[in-house]
Each structure stands twice: as structure tokens, then as C-alpha cells.
């Protein structure tokens, strides 16, 4: 491989492949393994391990190869990659025999692996991506398929006053965990997609996952138009036209890359509206070989499968209909009568006249359809049923499947070491059973102290690091090194709050009694403090005036250095925050947010939740695992809703969550406190867990999808 030119020692001499499997980044021995090759590098480069392959210092090679235990982590790690890879032995592999071999295509806008591939925003690529791992880890044969966006999504930098910039840097592909994905007559695939009158050719980068691996669409190809090259230049970044013209080529590109690939998927899940012109594709491919429209629908629609991820009606993505006559024109070719037929698979009026719905084209395209938590899919089923408008509410086909979080990526080294001396070495392997996990109860108090205590601790090396990075390197104002954390106390009770910044979330309602939040914080002898961070969408003004006022409170000497924000969260961040914070607050106005998997992450390293009880904590909160925020007030009232909210909140800290986390014995240790973090871990780790989530997917969706399709012949 030419882009390694450092010289590799024979005995490591697979690294460079390692280093090129993002299986990597949640396997304990090969972490460790790059980690201990030179760990200030480590460090300096983000955990990339491309990058580490490409700068480090030849000679710590060669003295790697001669260091026993590197070597036998080196061996382990290519032992474990090899197996992960090839392992008949299975789980998917004892369920699934009869459809044996044949793939599960995967589309997604985005998809959150590592920060080494910038290629999501949020919680839908994080969930997209612990999917796929999760897939690995359980030998299920699936293929995602998305986008490799060149400057992929924004890093966030705030001004003096608080303002958000958005920073968008060109990735560095010879120092990216992907390679260029190969057709099976050995050539680069380069697939042809028609959009609006022309043809744009589509590049495709291949990642692997262990067993799983990504087909990333890229249309910036010399050969294509300047404005067509940068169709996939950035992920949300443009217009509603840039957004429908990606959408054809992650749609109709994405079955013909599959095609070209010589992959004929089982099954077509569709994570989000996004990709929902892959119907479209195929029911052409059904039309070209004769099949009438109602068959090749039919057809198409039994090995569909379709996730909806918000009831927020912005989004769900909705075209006027020129605009779909305009960019899909160079796909109509052979549909002639059916193409209205088409059209009206899409019309969907929610309010403001009908429109190109996406979440209809899928919803109508799908025999399977799922929400993302119990609650999502009571509001899902109301807000789509004038879809089924002869069915009550009840009957409507929606169901849900709550999110999980991939276990070994989110749960830190101190508790998975914790975990292998109290569950057993083996016991990743069987994470989602609830009896496993109930032996958590055996853990001494002063342990899972010691081991939160450490977690926090590196939370606050890495803000100090960040703040020092940036006054140093960056030369920001003191004012951005104080609203940075650099006050901060790494002994106070420390409350975490990172998310996307959208009003619905209601950032500042920790806010509304400035005195009475002042008091909590700056209690004698018990001070409390809010670390917060998150991006706002590019386009969203409002969310920025939130972000910036939240910026404001950290310099205001009434918070006495209390509350911080974080800036440019992404995957990093978010592993130090939800390990090392010691509240995960969630404060959405219900019912809008669908599942939040945030304070699913906090919650196995036992972080309790303080949330409303809305998405996954509807169902996840069960009286001694965090805490409900919870008030009677009608729900169409906002302003009301929001007050009574915060004094819930407010009485919930001042009575229950600041008294026990100071309340400490002869010893030190907030006995109290650790029966709620230790009841947080084992209640949520197996049910919240990817493996719980896919296990799922694969038994009501994927295995009867791909029954029906195999009936169907
Ligand atoms: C987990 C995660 C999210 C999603 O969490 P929510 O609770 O849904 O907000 C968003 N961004 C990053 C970087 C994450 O790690």
C-alpha cells in the first residue's frame, strides 16, 4: 500500500491493514496496540491510526517488533480481525441459514464511525454507524451504502460574543480510513447516474468494519461538472435543490453502485427518508423486465424496510413537485404511464398543500416500517395516518424499535476492565442478557467510586487540554478560554449537556430562575456545575441566538465559573462528556424528541439520566436508575409546560440529586449515589444496547422481509 511509506517491520507487517479496518476502534487489544506505539503521537493525531501508520519514527517499529507484549496484542488484535471477519460460528449465522449469503443493504445519509471520518452530524449518523458495528460484531452480512462527503460536516468555532462559525475543512484522503472500492473484474467502481438532463458520473470509497463494510458515493470526479462535483461536497450544507439532487444519487446511484458491485441484496433498509428513491430504481429495474407497476411494487416493497427517525415535521424532507419532475427527468426513460403512477407513491399534504414526501415515497415503499422508540411510534402512527386513512389509529403498520448504543465503542476502558473482573472475560459477548448483567450488583461501592472518579478526571484533562490548545494555538480571548471550562472543578458535581442545539431541546431551560440556578451551583460545600456543547445546523438562527446565550451564562460571574461550553462536538467529545460527567440532563419538549441515545452512552458508564420522559426514557426510567422530570400541565401550552418543567428540575437537584451526590461515608464515597449509578448500568446496558436493537431488527424486520422475497422468487 503506497500511501504507508514508513518502513513496517515483517513481524508487524500487517498494521497497515489494521489500521485501514475501523474494527479497530472498538477492539480493546488493538487499541491498545497503536496507543502504546507512541502515545503523545497518538494524541496529537485524533486516535487515527492511518495517521499514526504515516508519521511515526521507524525506529519505534522496530523496537515494537522486538516487544513481547506488543507483539502478542499484535497478535491478538489480526487474530480477532481475521475472526471477525470470516467466523462461521455466528449469531446470525444460527438464525438465518435459509437466506444464507445474501447481503442487507443499509442506506444512510450519514454515518458516525470514528472523528477520523467526519461524516455525520448527530444522532442519526451515530446510530447509523453503531448499527454497522454492531452488524460485525453479530456476523450480519450488511453493506451500508452512503456518501463520502470531501469536506464532510462542519468543525464548530464560536467568536468573542458567542456566535457559531462554521469551519468546513477538505478531508485528507490518504489519511482516511477508506480506500477505493474495487468491482469484481478488478476495476475502480465509477457508476453513471442520470440527474435532471445529464449524466453524473458517481466515484465510490470503500471502509471496512470487520465483517460489514461502506460504499461511500462521491461525485467529485474531474470528469463531472464543477457544481456536480460538489453535489457531495458537504453533508446538510446546501439548498433544497442540492438536497433532492443528492438524494437521486444516494437513491438511484446507490442501487446501481450495488449493482456494479455484483450485490443483490436480500434486503433494502432504508435508515430515513433520505435514501427513499432506491424504490424508485428498483421499480424501474421490475418495469425493464416486464414486471406491470403494481408487480414490481409489490415486489419491492416486500424486501423493503424503512426506519422513521423524528416527529419533528422539518425533518422529513418534502419537494415540490417540479423540482422531482426536473432532477429525476433522466430516469422517467422507460417509465412512461407509471411515472404518474410514481408521483403520487410521494404526495403527501401536511399541512401546506401536497407535496414530494420522502417519509410518504418510503413509508408507501416499505412492507416494514419502525419508529425509534416505544413512544415514537404512539406519535408516529397519529402524525402519518392519513396515510391509512380507513384504518384506526391502532391498526396503523408502524412499529418501533428502540435505539441502542454499540456497547464496546461507547463503554470506557475503566468500565469495561471493571466489567471483565466482576461479569467474566466473555461477558461483551453476551451483553444484552439482563441475568449477566444483574451480577453488577456485586461490585464494592469504593470501586465504582474510584472508577467514576477517574472518568471525570479525564474529562477535565481533556477540557483543560482544549482550552490550552486554543489559547495557545488558536490565540482566543480569554473570554473563550473561561467560557471553555478552565474553571471548572474536577471534585464538583458535574452536570452534562451535549446535543444538537434546536429549540425543541430547550437549552436554556436550566435557565429560566437565573437566582435560583445560581443558588444550586454555588451551594457551601456543594458546588454543581453544567458542561455544555453541541452544534446548531447551519441554517438554524434561532438555535445559534441559544447557543450564544448559553455561551453569555458562562461568563456571567453569578455562575462563578460553573458552566462551560465545549466547542465542536463530535465523537471525541462525546466519549470524554458522557464518561466523565456525573448527570446526563436531557430537557426536550415532549413528545419531539424520538429516542436521544446520548444518555444511553452516559447511562452504561453510570452516568445517571435526569430527563424528561420523553424518547427512549418513557420507557428506560424505572424509579432508581436517574431521575423523571415531570409536571402536570397541558402540553399545547408552552410557555406554561417550560415553567413547570424547570421548577421540576430545579426541586429534583436541590432535594434529591445534589443532597445524595455529596452525602459521603467515613470513606469518602457517596454511598447513595452509587446505588443509582450502579442501577443505571444494569438496568439500561443490556436493553439500550445495539446488540438488543439489531437482534431485533434482524428477527422483525430483516428475516421476514427476506422470507417474503424469497417466496416471491
Ligand atoms: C450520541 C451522539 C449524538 C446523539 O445523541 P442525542 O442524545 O440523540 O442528542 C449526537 N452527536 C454526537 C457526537 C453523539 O455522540
Redesign the pocket.
Known amino acids: 500500500m503506497e500511501r504507508f511509506t514508513t518502513p513496517i517491520p515483517a513481524r508487524l507487517h500487517r498494521l497497515p491493514e489494521l489500521a485501514l479496518d475501523l474494527w479497530w476502534s472498538w477492539h480493546q487489544d488493538a487499541r491498545q496496540l497503536f496507543r502504546a506505539l507512541d502515545y503523545p503521537l497518538w494524541r496529537a493525531v485524533a486516535h487515527n491510526a492511518v495517521r499514526l501508520l504515516q508519521a511515526i519514527d521507524p525506529q519505534k517499529l522496530v523496537a515494537a517488533a522486538e516487544n513481547p507484549e506488543l507483539l502478542a496484542r499484535y497478535d491478538r488484535a489480526v487474530a480477532g480481525l481475521d475472526s471477525a471477519r470470516t467466523s462461521k460460528g455466528t449469531w446470525w449465522a444460527s438464525q438465518s441459514d435459509d437466506i444464507n449469503g445474501r447481503a442487507i443493504a443499509y442506506f444512510s445519509a450519514e454515518f458516525?464511525l470514528h472523528q477520523s471520518l467526519p461524516i455525520?452530524?448527530?444522532?442519526l449518523?451515530?446510530?447509523a454507524g453503531d448499527h454497522c458495528k454492531e452488524a460485525s460484531d453479530l456476523g450480519v452480512p450488511l453493506i451500508g451504502i452512503g456518501f463520502m462527503y470531501p469536506q464532510g460536516y462542519f468543525h464548530q468555532r464560536v467568536s468573542n460574543d458567542g456566535w457559531q462559525e462554521e469551519q468546513y475543512e477538505r478531508i485528507n484522503w490518504a489519511a482516511a480510513p477508506i480506500r477505493a472500492a474495487i468491482t469484481p473484474d478488478g476495476k475502480p467502481c465509477i457508476t453513471a447516474v442520470p440527474l435532471g438532463d445529464r449524466t453524473v458520473l458517481v466515484a465510490v470509497w470503500r471502509v471496512n468494519l470487520g465483517r460489514v463494510k461502506l460504499l461511500l458515493l462521491d461525485t467529485d470526479l474531474e470528469e463531472n461538472q464543477p457544481w456536480d462535483r460538489d453535489l457531495s461536497a458537504r453533508l446538510y450544507g446546501g439548498d433544497r435543490e442540492t438536497r433532492i439532487q443528492q438524494e437521486v444519487i444516494l437513491g438511484i446511484g446507490g442501487v446501481r453502485v450495488l449493482r456494479a458491485m455484483g450485490i443483490t441484496p436480500a434486503v433494502w433498509h432504508l435508515n430515513e427518508g433520505h435514501a427513499a428513491f432506491v424504490a424508485l430504481q428498483r421499480i424501474r429495474e421490475g418495469l425493464e423486465k416486464g414486471a406491470t407497476f403494481d408487480a414490481a411494487l409489490e415486489e419491492v416493497r416486500a424486501t423493503t424496510v424503512f426506519t422513521t427517525h423524528t416527529p419533528v415535521p422539518a425533518g422529513h424532507d418534502a419537494f415540490p413537485f417540479h423540482l422531482v419532475e426536473k432532477h429525476l427527468a433522466g430516469c422517467w426513460g422507460d417509465l412512461g404511464e407509471s411515472r404518474a403512477r410514481f408521483l403520487a407513491l410521494g404526495e403527501h399534504d401536511s399541512g401546506s398543500g401536497p407535496l414530494f414526501n420522502m417519509t410518504a415515497l418510503a413509508m408507501r415503499s416499505a412492507s416494514r416500517i419502525n419508529a425509534v422508540s416505544q413512544l415514537h411510534g404512539e406519535v408516529t402512527r397519529e402524525m402519518w395516518r392519513s396515510m391509512w386513512p380507513d384504518r384506526p389509529v391502532a391498526e396503523i403498520p408502524v412499529g418501533a424499535i428502540t435505539n441502542g448504543?454499540h456497547v464496546p465503542t461507547w463503554l470506557s476502558s475503566e468500565t469495561t476492565t471493571l466489567l471483565d473482573r466482576y461479569l467474566g472475560a466473555d461477558w461483551l459477548e453476551h451483553h444484552d442478557e439482563q441475568a449477566l448483567c444483574d451480577r453488577l450488583g456485586e461490585i464494592p461501592d469504593e470501586e465504582l467510586w474510584a472508577m467514576r472518579q477517574a472518568l471525570r478526571s479525564y474529562l477535565f484533562g481533556f477540557i483543560r487540554e482544549r482550552s490550552r490548545q486554543r489559547w495557545t494555538a488558536e490565540r482566543v480571548s480569554p473570554n473563550r478560554v473561561v467560557a471553555g471550562g478552565a474553571m471548572l472543578d474536577p471534585e464538583a458535581l458535574t452536570i452534562g449537556y451535549?446535543?444538537?442545539f434546536a429549540a425543541y431541546?430547550r437549552p436554556e431551560l436550566i435557565f429560566t430562575d437565573v437566582e435560583r440556578l445560581a443558588r444550586i451551583l454555588n451551594g457551601a460545600n456543594r458546588p454543581v456545575q453544567i458542561v455544555f456543547a453541541?452544534k446548531a445546523h447551519p441554517a438554524d438562527d434561532p438555535a445559534k441566538h441559544h447557543l450564544q446565550r448559553v455561551f453569555k451564562r458562562a461568563l456571567d460571574p453569578l455562575f462563578a465559573g460553573r458552566i462551560a461550553f465545549i466547542d465542536d462536538?463530535?465523537?471525541h467529545?462525546?466519549?470524554y462528556l458522557?464518561q466523565g460527567c456525573d448527570v446526563w440532563l436531557?430537557n426536550p419538549r415532549k413528545p419531539l424528541?424520538a429516542?436521544?441515545?446520548?444518555?444511553m452512552?452516559a447511562a452504561i458508564n453510570g452516568v445517571p439520566h435526569l430527563s424528561i420522559g420523553d424518547g427512549w426514557w418513557a420507557e428506560g426510567y424505572n424509579g432508581t436508575n436517574g431521575w423523571l422530570i415531570e409536571s402536570q400541565t397541558n402540553p399545547d401550552d408552552h410557555d406554561a409546560t417550560d415553567a413547570a418543567d424547570a421548577d421540576a428540575l430545579y426541586r429534583l437537584l436541590e432535594d434529591v440529586v445534589v443532597p445524595a451526590f455529596y452525602d459521603r461515608d467515613a470513606r469518602g464515597v457517596p454511598t447513595r449515589w452509587m446505588q443509582v449509578v450502579r442501577e443505571a448500568m444494569r438496568s439500561n446496558l443490556p436493553r439500550f444496547s445495539s446488540r438488543r436493537m439489531l437482534k431485533d431488527y434482524i428477527q422483525q424486520m430483516y428475516l421476514p422481509a427476506a422470507r417474503d422475497g424469497q417466496s416471491r422468487g
Open positions: 458516525a455525520y452530524a448527530g444522532g449518523g451515530v446510530l448504543v451535549a446535543r444538537r431541546k453541541g462536538y463530535d465523537l467529545l462525546a466519549h458522557v436531557n424528541e429516542s436521544g441515545t446520548s444518555g452512552k
